[in-house]
């Protein structure tokens, strides 16, 4: 194995342990609002996006669609990162995606193609540090979910310097020219998407982490009954055997 990949390699034996510690919440309650909210604000504070603010949240009008999932991932039971997926139809198309790229988006909805929508994609930054496999335990849940929905397209509106990570790990392809992004006055954002039939095995075979069983995907995102705690996502057994798992994931360059 090359050198290049040696600091990704390291990480999986963590990964693989990580796993068995992560909970995924859906964020309901009003104070697990306001700890997602100060999250975001210190997340992105960190990263140059915004400006400092006295009240230290960042929220938008899209927490609260009737096509979103706010989700945190606990690790030890403190919320360490989180994401927002929207589920976009040609019935309702709510999320700040369509609002930037809906000439892209809108006549592919009009056709009935169905999209997973992740964003507000953050983690702790103390938590980013400790843990630094979380972007991969995070971005599981949108993966999960383009199974659970039978998505056409997993999509994806990233800074533009975070356009490899989403081609290594998802297969995207970029569409169109980067354009602003509501609340980021000094980053612009990109579309990117990918082809959730044609590339999903592929996926599966690099990150075996994203597998998922029916049953946490009905617990995550079924909505007719009272909500629930997720399921522990479980590891199948070769999954848990750390070689095997830093090979898959090691092996994408």
Not at 199 to 211: C, W
Request: proline share 8%; glycine share 4%; net charge neutral.
């Amino acid at each position: 194995m090359k050198s290049g990949a040696e600091p990704q390699t390291a990480l999986l034996p963590r990964g693989a342990a990580l796993f068995d510690r992560i909970d995924y919440r859906l964020i309901e309650t009003p104070e697990d609002k306001d700890r997602l909210h100060l999250m975001r604000y210190r997340a992105y504070l960190q990263a140059g996006l915004i400006p400092q603010s006295e009240s230290q949240r960042v929220t938008d009008r899209f927490d609260d669609a009737p096509n979103v999932w706010n989700f945190g991932v606990y690790v030890d039971d403190e919320l360490c990162s989180a994401v927002r997926i929207h589920v976009l139809t040609s019935e309702c198309r709510l999320s700040y995606t369509t609002e930037v790229f809906g000439d892209i988006l809108h006549p592919r909805l009009d056709r009935g193609e169905v999209f997973v929508d992740p964003c507000r994609f953050v983690a702790d930054p103390e938590m980013q540090q400790r843990f630094p496999e979380l972007p991969y335990l995070t971005v599981r849940l949108p993966f999960v979910a383009c199974e659970h929905f039978n998505a056409d397209v997993g999509l994806s509106m990233v800074r533009t310097d975070h356009q490899l990570f989403y081609r290594r790990v998802f297969l995207c392809e970029t569409l169109g020219e980067p354009r602003s992004f509501p609340g980021w006055p000094t980053k612009k954002a990109v579309l990117m998407a990918s082809d959730y039939p044609k590339v999903r095995d592929r996926i599966l075979t690099r990150f075996p982490i994203m597998r998922s069983s029916a049953f946490e995907r009905r617990m995550l995102f079924e909505r007719s009954s009272p909500r629930q705690a997720a399921p522990r996502p479980v590891l199948l057994a070769a999954q848990r055997n750390s070689d095997a798992v830093a090979s898959a994931i090691g092996s994408v360059r």
